[in-house]
């Protein structure tokens, strides 16, 4: 059965894949690379230090994307366990240990203008009770789920 549009006509299948022109020119690589912005960029350099041919494909202008607007340079994402130790961070002194955690110091910070030390880190359920309070529940009925076992 043959599928109708609207004004009663034969309706035009989807492609069945996009129509691309044909490549212009061939090239053989060990690795192509997709974009050339500091992730593009840092795979390429890194793979080509490895003895790899790479090709590095992008779209339009190589410095299109993001890379280029980042004026505060591109910071790495570090995970909890790296970030305090890098470097840049010590000499920062962007962490302070506190009961043994690792908690990030104030910020922003000027050298005339003393900062308050961070807090500790609290406990679970150190404050459970002051904050079902805050939340509008009763001294009596904060009392009647600790005696419940309910808050522990
Ligand atoms: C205004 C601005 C300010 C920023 N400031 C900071 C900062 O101070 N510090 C910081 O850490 N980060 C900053 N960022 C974020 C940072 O720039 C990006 O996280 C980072 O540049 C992303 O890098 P990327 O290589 O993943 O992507 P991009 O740099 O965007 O690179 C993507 C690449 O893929 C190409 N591409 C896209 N589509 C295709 C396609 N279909 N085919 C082929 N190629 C394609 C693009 O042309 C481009 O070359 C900022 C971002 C912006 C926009």
């Not at 492609?15 to 500091?38: F, H, K, M, Q, Y």
């Not at 002051?130 to 076992?149: I, Q, R």
């Amino acid at each position: 059965m043959e599928a109708l549009g609207d004004a009663g006509q034969p309706r035009c299948p989807p492609p069945r894949r996009l129509a691309a022109p044909e490549p212009g020119w061939v090239e053989s690589t060990d690795v192509v690379v997709v974009g050339s912005g500091i992730a593009g960029l840092t795979v390429a350099l890194n793979l080509r230090e490895s003895g790899l041919h790479v090709t590095v494909v992008t779209k339009v202008n190589i410095a299109d994307g993001s890379t280029r607007w980042a004026q505060g340079g591109i910071a790495p994402v570090l995970d909890p366990i790296e970030a305090p130790s890098h470097p840049h961070n010590v000499a920062r002194a962007t962490f302070r240990e506190i009961r043994g955690v690792p908690q990030p110091a104030p910020a922003p910070r000027f050298s005339g203008t003393p900062l308050p030390e961070p807090a500790p880190p609290e406990h679970a359920g150190e404050r459970a009770t002051h904050v079902l309070e805050e939340w509008g529940l009763s001294h009596d009925e904060v009392a009647g789920l600790v005696d419940a076992d309910v808050l522990v």
